[in-house]
């Protein structure tokens, strides 16, 4: 099996050279992913921390390659690395690694639109930058295969921070309604305590759903 992966990589880089080298890096996120499920049953913080960087890296390469010939920009799936990031608790400095990385990425790429300093004009295999121009009417129809990535990339992002976004406001809201009620219940009973009245204060204190320590 692993010789058939190393022959099917090779293989690709024969026929679209730079387009495949932009993904190995997610691939080998993918497969160090795999290993890691079947070897630990579990995804560890250290590994999930390395998919991340490989994924963002990956991103980042086919981001160039598309901004190169004016296709989808897929930068922003990186908004949902870093939920990702926040979700599962990762170390600090995996967010900022990130943001750090498209940040400088969003400037090297807007200082090329800006000032045409060479980063297009490196070769992309096959990719030309005036592709799109080449017809009757530019721009050019992009084709369905193109709208449907431009489609589904937009889309995730969009339902994905969304989904994320709103487990955190849920837990949130419950860690806050939860403390509220903790309060509230302490008050009634230090009021109940102070006049001696226990048996109140036994009441709402069996009657309130304080937060688990």
């Known amino acids: ?34 290993v890691s499920l079947v070897v630990w049953k579990q995804a560890k913080d250290e590994t999930i921390e390395v998919v991340l960087y490989l994924g963002s890296l990956s991103i980042l390469l086919n981001d160039w390659y598309d901004a190169k010939i004016m296709g989808n920009r897929p930068w922003p799936i990186i908004v949902l690395l870093l939920d990702l990031a926040l979700v599962c608790r990762l170390p600090a400095r995996v967010s ?40 009757a009417n530019p721009p050019c129809a992009n084709g369905l295969p193109s709208a449907l990535s431009a489609f589904l990339t937009n889309t995730c992002v969009f339902m994905f921070d969304f989904y994320f976004t709103r487990g955190f406001a849920h837990r949130l809201y419950r860690e806050h309604d939860a403390k509220k009620t903790a309060i509230l219940a302490t008050e009634r009973i230090a009021s109940s305590l102070s006049h001696f009245d226990l048996t109140s204060a036994e009441a709402v204190l069996s009657a309130s759903t304080l937060p688990e320590p």
Request: hydrophobic letters at 60%; glycine letters at 8%.
């Open 1 to 34: 099996m692993a010789a058939t992966v190393i022959v099917s990589i090779w293989v690709a880089l024969e026929r679209h050279a730079w387009h495949s080298f932009i993904v190995i890096p997610g691939a080998l996120g993918a497969v160090i992913m795999l």
């Open 96 to 135: 900022c690694v990130l943001l750090a990385l498209v940040v400088v990425w969003l400037i090297i790429i807007g200082s090329e639109e800006a000032y045409r300093w060479g980063l297009y004009e490196i070769p992309l295999g096959n990719a030309r930058r005036g592709q799109y121009f080449d017809c």
